[in-house]
């Protein structure tokens, strides 16, 4: 063409961005290869040698017309997808942002009232604090679970596998809705199987999640009656592929079977199969809703546990109770060698006298663990029944009659003389408490244990009944104890002496057939390649000097009632400690070289020097007393990843706020011995 050919205008179609990603076919009358390639080498995409046919012409247009809004779709695909990302993005900013402003405070909040607690307060300032506690707790749970809920549904989360005690699990969850129980007059109870091992591999925080968010539903669910947990363990055999020499194998899989069972209004039928669908609750969402409740925390459960490869339903009728049940496949540990109880040898004989089946056969399965043979009875034994009188350990209610109870413990303590002349001992005989017994819900106005009664026995055990707890008052010696910090009360109209229990049967042969449903995990599931996680890598526990020697530590905090807060925690702990409001303080104390340190509490986000540097300096110093020190973090960083990257800047553990004594006890325990 004159002025302007052909290939300078392509060239110059491709240079600007309206016509970028137009078809361009060139009409060409020269022949050869060579200016063929000159062409598309310009921008064309197709060309066509005079004379052509129009036919040709025409389907070629086409083609490239077709490709090119493939070409604009996959572009507008890929803008789409980056925005979807970057919205993603700023929506977990956002949460991370809210958590960690939320989490602050709430620390504040819950440690202010776990030191409230501590310090003498009437009965109506210990009901206000307890109640502000309550709601702090709540608060922190709606906000874990709309965290966890985002980390769910994105996929940002992986499960940990870890060594823990499954006994200790399930009454620390129990303990945690004791208080809720309490204050609505329900009796709670745990009862573990015999079999199930005091070690196992798996995720404890992720099966404590799940179990406490059952076992809340059921507290709230239910206004009178009871509600409880049980804990069997189970093994099935299944075939699959290893994936390390990839044969077909046979394996055998252990899981934990959790139940929590309530007597509370169940679910109706028109609502089981949508309860575990997130922001659904069973009796539905209106102004005039009954329940409060964000509806995420089943289908969390749910999601957790399929992530596991376990499996999750619940039983219910409604107007009668419900069973919710989940399995949680674990690895196979060392199983711990069983505690060992001074002055009781394993095939000991125990007699228990209530007329609570649940606690009867929790006791039962707790003596068994222990080697013990154990008798359950809903009265005393006649005199005439002398094996039973002769057990080496009497468990009693206390809701049985007083003048009953004393008579009964009066005629086994006479029987102690020979035993001890016989070298058996004497007779360790405890007693049951009443009823739930929190700080905001004491048992005040109840008749105290007369001093005769109290003489005679070794302790009292609380409800819901422990293992830890009954191994706690047998490790002493017999009938050296003060009644343990716990009610020493009767309770004021003790039940009537009947052995048919005041709880109603979930389901009974009268009853409606319960609704029953069970969600699976993915059947496509593989097998998991556990990796143990195992804290403290960086540093070895200290050893307590035989001295009594008090342990110093370092607050690494910039907050200043989060400062106090932990101070004064420490200090109800047994610990004292220094205040750094930044990583250059801390670095300062441990150069100091005034005093020893045996830890530091690290939170993350500081000025000047946050804990994630103020850490690396620490690893990275020439004196190995400051290079081992444990560092600990104590942040309300806890999205996805937080702990992980704590971890990898050298820290040895990680906590997130709220920090409740308990769970900041348990931490220095294990670092500082």
Known sequence: ??????????????????????????????????????????????????????????????????????RLQASENERRVAALEASNDAKNRLLAMVSHELRTPLNSIIGGVDLLVATKLNEEQSIHVAHVG??????????????????????????????????????????????????????????????????????????????????????????????????????????????????????????????????GIGVPQSSIHTIFQPFQQAYGWSSTRRFDGTGLGLSIAMKLVQRAGGRIGVESVEGGGSRFWFRWPVGQAKNADKQEVAMIKPGAGALVVTLDKKVADALEEYCASLGWHCRSMSQFPSEDDLDACDADIDIVDSRL?????????????????????????????????SKLTTVSHKEASSPRIPKALLSLVDGMLPRPVYRSKLIQILKRPPRELVPMGLPTLLSPDPMPSSSTPTTPSIASATSPQPFHLEIASAPNRKRLTRTRYKPGTHTTPVDM?????????????????????????????????????????????????????????????????????????????????????????????????????????????????????????????????
């Open 401 to 433: 009659p007083e003048d009953d109870t004393l008579t009964f413990i009066q005629r086994v303590r006479s029987l102690d003389p020979p035993r001890i002349q016989s070298g058996r001992g004497a007779v360790r005989v405890i007693l049951i408490a």
């Open 1 to 70: 063409m004159p002025i302007l050919d052909g290939l300078s205008l392509v060239r110059l179609l491709r240079q600007h961005p309206t016509t970028l990603q137009i078809p361009i076919v060139l009409l060409t009358a020269r022949a050869g290869v060579d200016s063929n390639i000159d062409g598309l080498e310009a921008g064309a995409d197709d060309y066509v040698t005079k004379p052509f046919s129009s036919r040709e012409l025409l389907a070629r247009c086409l083609v490239h017309v077709g490709l090119n809004r493939l």
């Open 134 to 263: 309550e709601g702090a707790r709540a608060l922190s749970s709606i906000v874990e679970n709309i965290i966890d809920a985002a980390k769910v549904d994105s996929g940002n989360f992986s499960l940990k596998c870890e060594e823990f005690d499954p006994w200790s699990l399930v009454e620390g969850v129990t303990e945690d809705v004791k208080g809720a129980a309490a204050g609505k007059g329900l009796d709670l109870w745990a009862n573990i199987s015999r079999t199930v091992p005091t070690s196992v591999e798996g995720d404890p925080s992720r099966i404590r999640q799940v179990v406490t968010n059952l076992l809340r539903n059921a507290v709230k669910f239910t206004n009178e009656g009871s509600v409880g947990v049980k804990l069997a363990v189970e093994k099935t055999e299944s075939y699959d592929v290893n994936n390390d020499t990839g044969e077909d194998g046979k394996y055998t899989d252990t899981c934990l079977y959790f139940e929590v069972t309530d007597t």
């Open 545 to 673: 000097p035989a001295d009594g020697k008090v342990r110093r530590l370092i607050i690494a905090e910039d907050n200043m009632i989060n400062q106090t807060i932990l101070m004064k925690q420490l200090r109800r702990l047994g610990y004292e400690a220094d205040v750094a409001s930044d990583g250059t303080e801390v670095m300062a104390l441990l150069n100091g070289g005034e005093q020893e340190y045996h830890g530091i509490l690290m939170d993350c986000d500081m000025p000047v020097c946050d804990g994630f540097e103020a850490t690396q300096l620490i690893r990275t110093s020439d004196n190995p007393l400051i290079s081992k020190v444990p560092v600990v973090a104590i942040t309300a960083n806890a999205f996805a990843g937080d702990r992980e990257k704590c971890l990898s800047a050298g820290m040895d553990d990680y906590l997130a706020k709220p920090v409740t004594m308990v769970q900041l006890k348990a931490m220095l325990k294990r670092y500082i011995k």
